[in-house]
Structures are given as structure tokens and as C-alpha cells.
């Protein structure tokens, strides 16, 4: 029988619209995956479901009464809870103390320790978890036990639809395996859980039915013993318009060695060999927390390499890095990219007025419709600026250097299909000037497409590399097993 | 340009509201005196905005304040003599209290609200370890002149207000200004940018310290030697700042701002004179008045807001 | 197999090894409260002198006991992430409240109380309302009411005014055995605190809206309710402190709260007990240890007849110090 109905929910965003028409249902005791690529709409149904956002249209009944929520509260007490990949926790408090946060048990007026305590305790046994206790800080948690901590946080309320985002996200691999265990329970005491996901073995090994969604509209919902992975792939990548990319480097125009590691290693990295040249544009790939980021970072002197050897320098700082001719454009351009409330022209010239001398400027007008940022008003304060602009404010910032070498960390996450084209274009630019290029997408198809070959990492090392063109099946399978095809 | 617009204006109606009461006002003389009053205010206000606009706090400038005086007092103690070398000194102490509090600030990673207390207890402690509990000594005339006399019809006070607050905005126009701003906006993405982060933030320290040397040079004149020529001054600046609109917690509003904001604390201050109200209701009407500034300055913030939700979580369907 | 299965979460891994190296900064400030006690006493001692006496225990407590309270009321504000810089001038408001309405009465002690109650959790409540509702930073907040109630008591008094009876004298002064009255109320205050951190729902709420306002808020906590609410307590410790100078002075008097330096140096000996300065994190405790600290050192240095000027600057090394080591304790998880 149906837990949860959720009609037609449609929704904007300042005028663009990123839900249309979406329907979902899930039912008692059913783990139901929905799938779709960045910017499907998978986030923003869930906010909806949560409280988070409110729906231009549509309808949310549970047990097939209508409910409205304004507020996230709304919805908990309805009995819907969301667990975050961003969890939200307060590390300085004990377990106990975070689950019943809110809803303290009182007796007396005075909160009742002991039962706070026996009620996480509880759960906790029910949920199989032995290896911490209610009294113990969140901080000194891992990340699997504070995912254990909001799903308690969620059973204590009493929650019968718990939706998980990227569950999986920031676990390691014998770490997913108890999620399995503890989503399996949850299914057992009848809760229905959504569960989003990008990994399409765990939507087949938990999951019974999946929801696709495509560029804000559901494609399907089938069970998942009616689809295989092949039919499930083609039902979210396949489009009828596939993405333009800007023509490959030919040959001649791939030139010297900009940058060159061997042997390059940290905390997180080992024995890195990997040679970036001028014009190339090197994709690189791998799964969550397989070292790409921390490879870039690596690679600029954010977070450096403590060993190995590199050409022209191993830079030991942002400053040294930025000497050397690299730049890095950051995954988190909100929280590490852009000064927000500045202007254009001062986050454009950030890098330049920070490491260079004056001669570095240029016109920066011309800069800016140089990267095609539109309109190109200098003055205008970044926060006010799309997704797509912002990260055009980024790229300018980095090409007033004119580094040797361009670090891209998810370069067209958030940002829409006319930027996204823009700056595949500009990257194209970039290296046919010369521009060494390495470029993480979390979007194969952008990817394979942009990409003069392709890099795969796994565990902290460069598992292998692929030519241009490579399909998808191969890099995945480099990616999660270290097999080449 | 945009949000210094307000302060200005608040300014320019309570100088017109004063020269309504106070024709004098308005001659030449009339102003230039509010304004030599105004300059030791106005001097450390744009140091402490430095401070603030990168995200920090100097409590120690008051304190600072009256250490260069006593010093001063102390040392030169009536020889005419003694005035360039102590004037050097002087100023050398304020860029070295800056110094200190940048470097225990960012190096050691107290919050500056504790490392600038834990200044002002030590300064004021240690000046008066040193002189025995009581100003000591006198100025010279020559020290006296920079906060009391003239240079033709302008008080020194006045130019020197001028030079620091050319310098000030020269300063914030300069890559280093910008630098500063974008740290106390976004210390991380500045440091990725390859901004020297700390480096930036003592600096701010250091113009502070320095913006306090000169207004301890300024009022030991204008004011003279006493044990509580600074008192408080530290609370006057961030007033004022705050008024100017500048943000505390950093990356927002301009020196010019912040230098209006002190202007338009001494205009209140002379207008409550003239109106008859008592030195001392005048704390309650600041207290009022920067509580209802700040109060408005934040109120557009939640219909910002309302037209353009936060997102807090994950990623960004919105082009 | 599929693209998308490559997703990136936009979350750095929780440091979680951190946390182990840290340390509980009520421990340390305890250490060095023992550590200055035995130093002291060897200090005082070779200089021919007695520490441990009946006077110095009871003038550290008697010293301690003002201080204390109010830096009690300063722990709530500041641990739910905000901060109080009006309590020196509502000390001095409250003394010539309590001293004008008791007007040397012995009837009058009732009514001085509640009036003092009165007026600082109103104080406490104008507050709360203008930084949660008028969205103005706590510390220009409460800087604007010290200047607002700064004016009102100077234009009004010159110097001490009003009375105190003197049974209500008693609690400045009198003792039981070594205890001073004053360090009871000291102590009751502090334990009232600690009780209403640990044991109710509002101390709960407290850690939570200081840790981290967003999370508190998601999870149903009426934010604005508890900064209100904390602004309240804080302000009605300041004024409880009040009381307790006004009966030492015997009088009301209007510098009384700025003398004594009770805004800045509350701040302090929360921050030396422990609590971070940015909110959710510390107690009264370390509190209560921090204010311990402070006048110990004091009695150290007035036996050793010490320059009270030298007293300052060891105060305010002993501060920053003491934030730089629980700063470098944390250090593993700060951006």
C-alpha cells in the first residue's frame, strides 16, 4: 500500500524551472532509488519532500492524506526525515544529546538523562551499532557512526520515510556494506526509504523499484528486477540532444610537458606519475574519495606532496604553486573560489593583485567578455551573479596570470547548459594557447567529450589511463576495480 | 560608492541641522574646529576599519591611546628637545602593539577579541608600572602643536587628518585593500588565490596601531596628559566603523564609510551640546542611535533574503 | 555502469582524528589553578610570608564572589554564541536601585530585591529582543544599552546615592566559619547555572543554538526564544551582582560595575575557564575555575606586595596565553 504520493511537483528557481511534473510514490517496508544525472532534480524533490522548498505545483499525501509543509519541522512530525550528506549534527554534543535535540524527554521539567541515554541506547542496539555509545561526542565520531547518529536521530522521531542523499558519498568500501545492513533493518520495521544515489550497484543491491529522473521530469519508475544496468544508464544519460563539445586537440597541437610528477605522494596520494602538456586537455576520473581532489590540491601546493619528484617545481604553498604557473579552479566555488559579496573586477583580479605585479592586469573588460561572462559589468557584486557566471568570475581570475598549467575541479558543476557550453569552449581556448588543462568531472559524458584522454584514479593512485573516447564502461570499470578493459 | 551613500547623508543633515542652531558654524573657523575635534576620532577609525573589514577587532587602540601620551609626557618631560625622537618612538610603539596583536591573532589563533583585551590589560598595566601609577612629566610645545596649533588658518590636526585619510583610501584602493577585504569576505578563497592571509591580517593590525599613535599624538595636544585620554576610545571607533555601515565580521563597506561614521558621531556629539542635552544622556542617545543604525542596515538583509533563498545543502539546480 | 556513479559529495571527510588530541580545557584551567596555589604559596612563603590563612582564602572568595556571578550569567550569553558588554554599567544601575529603593529600610530589602530582579531581566530582555529581532550583532547590541543606561546613571547621579540597611549589609560581609555569605551566593548562582546547562531543556538549547544556530533552528529549537531568554539570566547575574556590591559599598554607586572592569573581564575568565568564544562549547566549571584563577593571582601578588599595574599585565598575558593553548588544541579542526 502507498506510504507516500507525491503528484505533479513542479518548481522554479528565480524564473528557472527545475521540477516539472514529477511523480512518486513509495510504500511501507520499500527501498526506493531515485537516479538521475547532477541537475536532474533529485536534490530539489527531496528538499520538497522535506520541507526545505515549497512546490510551485503539485501534491504530497501521506497515507492518502494531503500534507503542506512550510517548514522542515512540518515535515518531521509528518514523519518524513532527511539525512544529508552534509549532516547536521553538533560535534561538541554527546550522541544522546543530538538525537533528542529539540525534543529533550523531561521529567519534571527537568530533561531525563538516563532516559535520553536508554532511548539512543535502544535504537543504537536495534540498529546493530555497538561501537559507540550514547554519552560519546559526535566529534570523535567517524562519518559512518554520525551517519548511524542521524538515523537515529530519525527513528526517534518516530520517521517512516527516510530519504538518504548520497548516502555512500563520503564512506569507505567496508563502511557501505554495514549502511546495507542498517538500511535493511530500517526496511524490515516497515519504514519506506529513499535513497539517492549515483552508484547504480548499491540502487540494485538495496533498492526495489527506482525512480529516473532527466532534466527535471521523471523518465520512469520500474522495479529493479525488470531493468538491468545497461537499460537503466540509457534511461538517465540517454538525451535526444547530446551535449556539443568543443572539437579535440589534434595532434600537433598537443605540445611540451607543462608539469610532470613521479613518484608523488602524501596522506592521501601514492606514488603519482603524471605528465600534463601544453594544449592537452587531460580528464581525470575516479570514484569518491579516490584522490582526485586531493591530487589537484597536491598538484597546486594547497595541500602538497611530502615526496616524489616535480618539474618544474613541487610547490610547498598556494604561492609557490601559483609561481609555478598553476592554477586551480576549485570544486566549491561558493566556499573556496570567490570573495561573494565583491565585486566582479576585484575577484578577477584577486590571483593578480595577490602573487603578481602590476603588469599583470590588462583591460579587465575585456577580460570578462573574453570568458563571456554576461552582461560583463565589473562592478556588479558576485553574489548576485548565476552559477555559471560566478565560475566565468573564477576562470577570469585565473587567466589574468596566464598560468602554464589550469587545475579544474568540477569546472560546470551548478551551472546551466548555455555556461556549461561557454566554458568548455573557453577550456578548448585555453589549451590551444597553450594551456596545460586537467580537468575532474563527476559527468562522464563531459568527460569523455572534453577530454584528450582520460586519467583514472582509485584509492589514492593513478589506476590507469584511457585514449579519447573511451566509453564510459571503461573508465568506471578502471575506476571501481582497477581493471583495465 | 552605493553604501556610503547613507552615512553621508546622515552627516550632511546633522552638520546642516548644527549650522541651523550655530551660524558660526558655517564660516571657515567654525568648521575647521568641529573638525580638529573630530580628526583623533576620525584617525583611529580608519584604523580600527582595517581591522574590522578583515574580519577581526582591535580593543587595545584606546588603551594604546593613552600609553602614547603618558609616554610621551614622560620622556620628553618639558624639553623642546626631546620632541622628534619621542614623536619617532611613539610611533614606533603603535606599529609594534600592531605587530604583536597580528601576530598572536593569526600565528597563535587567539580570537583577536581576546588577544586586543589581553593588549589593552597589559598596556595600560605596564605604562603605569612605568611612570608609578600617574601621568608623569609634560609635553612640549612643539609635541602640543600637532593637536592644538596651526599652520596659517588650519589646525595641524586638520591636515594631518587629511593626509591620513588620503592615505587611507589610497590604501584600500591598493592591491593590498583589496586583498584585505576579500580576506575578511572569504579568508579561504583568498588563501587559495594565493593571498598571504596572515601576512594581510597583521598588517591591518599595524595600521591600527599606527591610526592610534597618531590620535595619541593628537589628543596629547589637544586634550592633554591624563590616565584616561584613551579611555573608551576603542568602543568610540567600532561605533563609528559600525555606523559608517562597515560589517563586523568583515568583507564589507568602505574607509570612507567608516571615517563619515566617526564625523557623524562628533556632529551628534556637538548638536546634543547645542541643544542643551547633558554630557552624560549623551551615551544614551549614541547608545540609541547606533543600536537603530545598525538595526536598519540589518533589516534590508531579510527581504534580501526572502527573494533569494538560501541554499545551504549540496548542489545548485539554479542556473 | 554509469557516469553519474562518480559523483563527488561537496564535503571534506570530518577530521575525526582531531578530536583526539584534545583535551578538556576545564582540566587544564584547574591544573593551573592548583599550580598557582602551590606556587604562590612557595612564592609568599620565601618571601617570609604565611598563604594559606583564613584572610588570604577569604579575601580570594570575597574578591572572587562578584566577579564570579557575573562571569556566570556571561558563560549562558556567551555559550549560546552571543555576548554581553552592558553588565559593568547594569552592576552600577542595579546597586543604586537596590540602594534607593531600600533607602536604608529594613522593610525596604524586599523591594530593593525584586526591583533589582526587575530591572536587569528587562535590561536582559531589551537585549535579547534587539539582536533576534532587530538582527543587530551582540556586540554593538549590548554595547549601545551600556551607553543608553551609562547615560541615564550619570545624568542622574554624581557620586554613591541611597542606602543599604544593615542587615542586608550582612551579605557583603559576614561569614560562616571561612565562607563568606558572598561566596554562597557565589556558589548557589554558579550552581544554579551549571543545573540549568545540564539538567534542562533550556541548557540544552543553549549549546545548541551557540554550536550551531542552523542545525538548532532545523531541529525545532525556537532560537531567537533561548538568545532572549539567555540575555535575561545573563543580565539578572549581573544584577544579582549588584546587590551583592551595593551591600559591601552600603551604598548605591554609579561607577561601581566600570571600576571594577566587570564587562571586559567577565569575558575573560569565561574565555581562561575554557569556553569558546564563538559559542557551544565550555561550561561553568571552567568558569567558576577561570574567576578562581584570577583571584588567586591577585592574593599572590597583593601578599607579595606586588605593583597593582603588574597585576594587569600578567592578567592579560595570562589570558591570551591560556586561549592560545586551548586554540592550539583545536587547531586540527579549524579552517
Redesign the interface.
Known sequence: MTLLGMRGIGKR??G?R?LSGVDLDTAAGEVHAV?????A?K??LM?ILAG??VPDEGTIEIDGRPVAFGH??EA?RAGVAII???F??????SVA?NVF????P?RR???D?AAMEAETRRLLDELGETSFGPRD?V?????AQ?QVVEIVKALSVDARIIVM??PT??LAEHEVELLYTLVRRLQRRGLAVLYI?????EVFDLAQRVTVLKD?ARVTTVPTAEVG?DE??RL??GRELRDYFPPRAAPGEIGEVRLSVRGGGNGRLRGIDLDLRAGEITGL?????SG??ELVKALFG?EPFAEGRMEPRRPRS??DG?AAGIG?V???RK????????SVR??A???A???AGRQARGDVRALLERVRLSPPDPEQEVRYL???NQQKVVLA?WMTVGPAVLLLD?PT???????KAAIHDLMRQLARDGTAILM?S????E?IGMSDRVVVMRDGRIAGELPAGSS??A???L??SGEAT | MKRTLPILVVLAVLLAAIALVNPFFLEPAGFLAFVKRAAPLVILAAGQYFVIVSGEFDLSVGSLVTVEVVVAARLIDGQESATWWVLLLLIAVGLLVGLLNGVVTTALRVPSFITTLGMMLILSGAVFLWTGGAPRGALSEAFRTFGRGNLGPVPWSVLILLAAGAAAILLMRSDFGRRLVATGDNERAAALSGVRVARTRILAFVLSGAAAAITGILLGGFAGVSAQVGQGLEFSAITAVVLGGVALGGGRGSVVAAMAGALTLEALFTLLNLYGISGALEFTVQGVIIIAAVAVGALRLPAWLAKHPPRKQGDTHVA | MNGQSLKQAGRPARPAVAALREIDPTKVIYLALAATLVIGWVLVAVDGGDFLTVETIVGIQQRSAALGIVAVGQTLAILAGSLDLSVAYLISLCSLVAAETMAGRDGGIAAGVAAVLAVSALVGLVNGMVITRLRVHAFIATLGTALIIKGVVDHLYDGPAGSVPDSFQRLGYDRIGPVPVSALLWAAVAAAAWFLLRRTRLGHRIYAVGGDEEVARLSGVRTDRVVVLTHVLCSVCAGVAGLLLAARLGAGAPTVGTDGGYDLESIAAVVLGGTALAGGKGGVAGTVGGVLLLAVLDSVFNQLEVNSFFKDVVRGLVIVIAVAVYARRRKGRQI
Open positions: 528557481f528565480l528557472v527545475v537516479v538521475g544525472e547532477n541537475g532534480g536534490s530539489t528538499k526545505v522548498h522542515p519541522l518531521q544529508y550528506q552534509e547536521n549534527l553538533l560535534p561538541d554534543r544529546e535535540l529539540g525534543r529533550e523531561a521539567g527537568l530533561v538523562r561526542a566529534r570523535r565520531l567517524s562519518v554520525q542523499d548520497e558519498a563520503s544515489s549515483h552508484r547504480l550497484r527535471g544496468p537503466l544508464v538517465m544519460v576520473a575516479g570514484l569518491q574519495g582526485r581532489t594547497a598556494v604561492r601559483v586551480l576549485t570544486e566549491d566556499a573556496e573560489g570567490l570573495a561573494l559579496r565583491q576585484d575577484n583580479l584577486l590571483v593583485r595577490a602573487t548565476s552559477g555559471g581570475k568540477e558543476r551548478g551551472v546551466d547548459v548555455g555556461a575532474i563527476s559527468e562522464l559524458p568527460l564510459e564502461e573508465i568506471m570499470r575506476a571501481a
